[in-house]
């Protein structure tokens, strides 16, 4: 049996490049440890010049970083 694991997101918003970045980096690092667990990789979205999602996803491989504008 293979319990289901809750899916990990974190929304970010922020005005300032350098609380993006930070913001950013905090964030992955948070879902680099929920993804050491699972099987997926990380996806870190931008949907807009200020709003960022990071969270785990079964289309990204394991160990892996990917980056998307949406």
Request: a negative charge.
């Amino acid at each position: 049996m293979n319990p289901q694991r809750p899916n990990f997101s974190l929304e970010l918003t922020a005005e300032d490049p350098k609380a993006i970045d930070r913001d950013l980096n905090a964030a992955v690092e948070i879902a680099l440890q929920h993804a050491m667990h699972s099987r997926q990789g990380i996806l870190v979205t931008q949907h807009g010049y200020t709003n960022y999602t990071v969270a785990l996803s079964p289309e990204v491989p394991p160990g892996e970083i990917r980056e998307q504008r949406n």
